[in-house]
């Protein structure tokens, strides 16, 4: 499986970005699909999670109501939609891939390690 993201860019605090990740290979229906970001110097971290149906979401505190993930599995793409954003949301922001088999466990869905394929990160800015 390849994740491609997109749609990284420099913005100014307040404005918005939409983020694409593209899978190829696999069977993309059956995954679920989380981005992940890392600020300079910072570790990565959950952003946001939605299930193989897309009829579940989570996200992280810090974007929650401003940040909506979604996916097309017609398109085999997941979205990240940012709106408000703020200089902390600066980092590079990775899409992830969790299969079947890794989706166990109390926390999976917001677990780094229940998530097999990793895109190759996409850099968003956000100016004061």
């Known amino acids: 499986v390849q994740l491609q993201a997109s749609g990284g860019g420099l913005v100014q605090a307040g404005g918005s970005l939409r983020l694409s990740c593209a899978a190829s290979?696999?069977?993309?229906?059956?995954?679920?699909m989380a981005w992940f970001r890392q600020a300079p110097g910072k570790e990565r971290e959950f952003v946001a999670t939605?299930?193989?149906?897309?009829?579940?979401?989570y996200y992280a505190d810090s974007v929650k109501g401003r940040f909506t993930i979604s996916r097309d599995n017609a398109k085999n793409t997941v979205y990240l939609q940012m709106n408000s954003l703020k200089p902390e949301d600066t980092a590079i922001y990775y899409c992830?891939?969790?299969?079947?088999?890794?989706?166990?466990?109390?926390?999976?869905?917001?677990?780094?390690?229940?998530?097999?394929?990793w895109g190759q990160g996409t850099l968003v800015t956000v100016s004061s």
């Open positions: 992830a891939a969790s299969p079947p088999h890794r989706q166990y466990g109390s926390s999976w869905l917001v677990s780094q390690d229940s998530y097999e394929y």
């Open positions: 290979g696999g069977t993309f229906s059956s995954y679920a």
């Open positions: 939605i299930t193989w149906s897309g009829g579940s979401t």
